[in-house]
């Protein structure tokens, strides 16, 4: 007459509540808000964001140019007459205009 001993319900529960620990670590550590979308998602945006930076960047580099070129230190003469042209609308008497 064998006795078969049941495995008791302490180690049933302390597995459960292992595996169940490391499934929510792990999600945790794949979804949550440090995880490892989350912190793809910050590079990328970061990408974008420097990209944005970097045309910024140049258009206020352009700005600043055009702003010294105008400027009574330095006159440029061809964008004083451009600019005058695109905001006066004034024509010189040797061109024609087509609309």
Do not use: H, W
């Not at 230190?73 to 004034?90: H, K, S, T």
């Amino acid at each position: 007459m064998s006795i078969r001993k049941r495995p008791p319900m302490g180690l049933f529960i302390y597995s459960l509540v292992a595996f169940g620990l490391g499934a929510y670590f792990t999600f945790a550590a794949v979804q949550g808000d440090y995880g490892l979308f989350r912190a793809a998602e910050v590079k990328a945006e970061t990408r974008a964001l420097q990209a944005q930076l970097d045309e910024l960047s140049s258009q206020v580099a352009r700005m600043e140019n055009l702003t010294r070129r105008l400027s009574d230190a330095y006159l440029d003469i061809d964008l004083l007459d451009q600019q005058a042209r695109d905001v006066l609308g004034l024509l010189r008497s040797d061109e024609i205009v087509i609309r």
